[in-house]
């Protein structure tokens, strides 16, 4: 439960307005990822990174801006978001180098609403 | 392009019936295969993962895997109301692709 947190869990922005999420694991993994869950829609992969370098990138759009300090904490730059951002964000973490076979372990999430 | 597919539901089962949750794929490349449970308003938690053929069990659940029929389930027994959750099918190759999950309804 405790093992990857994420703040805020809920977050309100204008469009014009910046803000950034953030998340932190404390499992010793070495990847981290970020994924956009909307309603009726599967989650969607947006960034991943492993030990601090970006490997992945699906075409999100440059409203959003990851950031990956340490193996340890991930963020995620907002600004000049659209209504159709507002959307669960969820941060996970795996042990290994961020490929298909790891096993990945979520966030409680972000509630973002983008007004 | 890769995807993975869940009947949406609901699906409603009694309370000590056994749930049957299934799952397909299309990438017939795929590694392995994860269930995840996902609650209302929370995050989702994984519950199982498999890689090989045939059956894995773990308490009262059970993932089945056939490559062949690009196809994976999850059963569980004795299904309780608290087990009621959207449970979320993943598969990997060379990332995680998520199914948009099954809603499951046990009622008492």
């Known amino acids: 439960e405790t093992g990857v947190t994420q703040t805020p869990r809920h977050l309100v922005m204008g469009m014009t307005n910046k803000k950034s999420l953030k998340c932190e694991q404390h499992l010793g993994h070495n990847a981290m990822y970020w994924y956009k869950q909307s309603a009726k829609k599967p989650l969607e992969l947006m960034f991943v990174?492993?030990?601090?370098?970006?490997?992945e990138n699906n075409s999100v759009p440059s409203r959003f801006s990851p950031e990956c300090p340490n193996s340890s904490h991930l963020f995620l730059h907002l600004h000049t978001l659209q209504p159709e951002d507002s959307a669960l964000y969820l941060c996970?973490?795996?042990?290994?180098?961020?490929?298909?076979?790891?096993?990945?372990?979520f966030g409680p999430g972000t509630r973002l609403t983008v007004l | 392009q890769k995807e993975v597919e869940q009947n949406s539901g609901p699906l409603s089962v009694p309370e000590g019936a056994i749930a049957s949750l299934n799952c397909t794929y299309s990438?017939?490349?795929?590694?392995?295969f994860f269930w995840y449970r996902q609650y209302s308003g929370k995050s989702p938690e994984l519950i199982m993962f498999i890689y090989s053929n045939g059956d894995k069990e773990d308490g009262r659940f059970t993932a089945q895997l056939n490559k062949a029929s690009q196809y994976v389930s999850l059963l569980i027994r004795d299904s309780q109301p608290s087990d009621s959750a959207t449970y979320l099918c993943?598969?990997?190759?060379?990332?995680?692709?998520f199914g948009t999950g099954t809603r499951l309804q046990v009622f008492p």
């Open positions: 996970a973490s795996s042990q290994g180098s961020g490929s298909g076979t790891d096993t990945q372990y």
């Open positions: 993943a598969v990997n190759t060379d990332k995680l692709i």
């Open positions: 990438d017939r490349g795929s590694q392995s």
């Open positions: 990174y492993s030990l601090e370098e970006r490997v």
